[in-house]
Structures are given as C-alpha cells and as structure tokens.
C-alpha cells in the first residue's frame, strides 16, 4: 500500500510519502517446470502432453515489493 500523507508545517505544507508496495503475484519457477518435464518422460512414452491445469499447479504467489515513486510523482504533477 502507499501511503501519502501531508503534514502542517511551520510555514507551509510537508508531502511525506512512502512509495514501496508489497503485492503478490503468481509465479512459475524455471527450474520447477524443468522437474516437472522430467518426472513426465518416464511416462511419455516419448510425447509429453501438457494440460492447462497441470501448468496452473505449478504457479506459486509470491510477495515482492516495487517501489511506486514515479506513480507517486505522476499523481502529484495530476492533481497540482
């Protein structure tokens, strides 16, 4: 989440803002779907057949934090 926040100064108006927001996204990991290929073969019999859902199985959601500072700027220069 950003915060933004303004603060009464002395003279004036202070911005402070906190520009790092943490999100979860899902995430297939190149080596899994590497080991997810080989534990097929055996199976195969020379054709592997991938389905949607066993693609799907194999995202995990991860969180990550970007940092939004551009979007904060862009959003002050908007509403100035």
Do not use: W
């Amino acid at each position: 989440m950003t915060f933004i926040a303004s603060v009464i100064a002395k003279k004036g108006v202070a911005l402070i803002a906190d520009s790092l927001v943490t999100s979860s996204l899902p995430i297939l990991h190149h080596r899994k779907f590497l080991d997810h290929l080989a534990a097929q073969i055996p199976n195969a019999g020379g054709e592997i057949t991938i389905t949607p859902s066993d693609i799907s199985g194999l995202f995990e959601y991860e969180a990550h934090c970007d940092n939004q500072i551009l979007m904060i700027f862009q959003f002050l220069l908007m509403i100035s």
